[in-house]
């Protein structure tokens, strides 16, 4: 069997490239952010991208030499800042100027004290940018650039290989939680009933059937209801309550995490259409799983959305617990894809 081929690489040269590729990188629009991007390596490959709302810096207090820790974690040589806000504030009263230049400049000395240099710092307001680092040439015009569209060749690669993943740029985190809520009224209610049918006949089967004959038909509903995901309409309220119970079982959830190895998109499509149609507490294991795939393969946007989801259904659920510690202590999504192998590797055995 052939190697598959390497895909091209976008190389990113230009300000406004930058500043146009943050929101593929957050998988949605930052608005009122700070946005930190580790570039590691001699060829200044992205690693880490870190997303931190102003609010939250503005009452809690970002620590910069936080950030700079997990830059430096992260193995960065360079980093860039892409700070969003349309909210002038009282050390720029204009559109035009540097908002949080100060806290630019605390970013900055942090990662400088680590040996990191910052070498770009954008803000986008207005659909313009500016350079916090650059001011008063004609590259960098006080009144700002407009941001690019995918004109460039490499936004061009970018947003064809966005389009090719099926990775869909949203118009806002809020945006993103709303992709990913329960049901609400009648519809919760439905969804509450066919749970609770769903447990009553996964009872009945253990007593007439075993532990491990369940655990098979669990697998087997789920492939059925992998199918059934990419489909016009995608799964039935029946099909998602069956799911989300047969996932309480830790070895069928393991065994449909593997799947991320080799069935991603299509899992991830089925977890997510599930998720929208189970309410709390029964959404805890499956949006957990979604979490879990989505991180696998770099999408940490979603990955905290659907633990956000499952940690507040169920506080303490061991598995979203450990994935939130991994996310944290950013365990890179490589080592989560080694863990699922390990994992796959255990049950065939």
């Keep these: 069997m052939p190697a598959a081929a390497a895909r091209p ?8 490239e930058i500043a146009a590729v943050v929101p593929v990188l957050c998988g949605f629009v930052p608005h009122e952010s700070l946005v930190v991007i580790s570039l590691r390596g001699p060829r200044k490959r992205i690693g880490l991208t870190m997303r931190f709302d102003l609010d939250w810096c503005d009452t809690a ?3 910069p030499a936080e950030v700079a820790d997990r830059l430096a974690y992260d193995g960065a040589s360079l980093a860039l800042l892409v700070l969003h806000s349309e909210t002038p504030d009282a050390e720029t009263p204009d559109n035009g100027g540097r908002a949080r230049a100060g ?3 605390e970013v900055e000395q942090a990662c400088a004290a680590k040996g990191i240099v910052l070498s770009e710092a954008l803000l986008v307001r207005g659909g313009r940018w500016f350079s916090y680092l650059c001011t008063g040439r004609s590259c960098c015009p006080d009144q700002g650039t407009p941001l690019e569209g995918p004109t460039t060749p490499a936004l061009q690669l970018v947003e064809a290989q966005r389009t090719l993943d099926g990775r869909a740029v949203l118009d806002s985190r809020e945006e993103l ?7 609400v009224l009648l519809a919760a209610v439905a969804a509450e009933q066919q749970i609770d049918r769903a447990v009553d006949a996964w009872l009945q089967r253990y007593d007439r059937d075993g532990r491990e004959a369940l655990r098979q038909r669990g697998i087997a509903a789920a492939r059925a209801a992998l199918a059934r995901s990419l489909t016009p309409g995608g799964i039935d309220l029946a099909q998602a309550a069956e799911l ?6 830790v070895h069928v959830r393991d065994e449909i995490a593997t ?6 998109d299509e899992l991830l499509a089925l977890l997510m259409q599930t998720a929208r149609l189970v309410v709390p507490p029964d959404d805890a294991a499956v949006c957990t799983l979604l979490a879990w795939v989505a991180y696998a393969h770099g999408d940490g946007g979603l990955a905290n959305v659907a633990l956000a989801r499952a940690l507040t259904s169920e506080p303490d659920y061991s598995l979203a617990l450990l994935l939130r510690q991994s996310l944290d202590r950013q365990v890179p999504p490589t ?7 390990a994992t796959r590797k255990e049950l065939r055995r």
């Design 244 to 249: 989300a119970v047969a996932v309480q079982d």
């Design 177 to 183: 939680v709303r992709s990913l809520a329960p049901p």
């Design 9 to 16: 690489v976008a190389r990113l040269t230009s300000p406004g």
């Design 61 to 63: 207090g970002l620590a």
């Design 259 to 264: 799947w991320a190895l080799t069935r991603h």
């Design 335 to 341: 080592e989560v894809r080694r863990l699922l192998q």
């Design 103 to 105: 806290l630019v400049a």
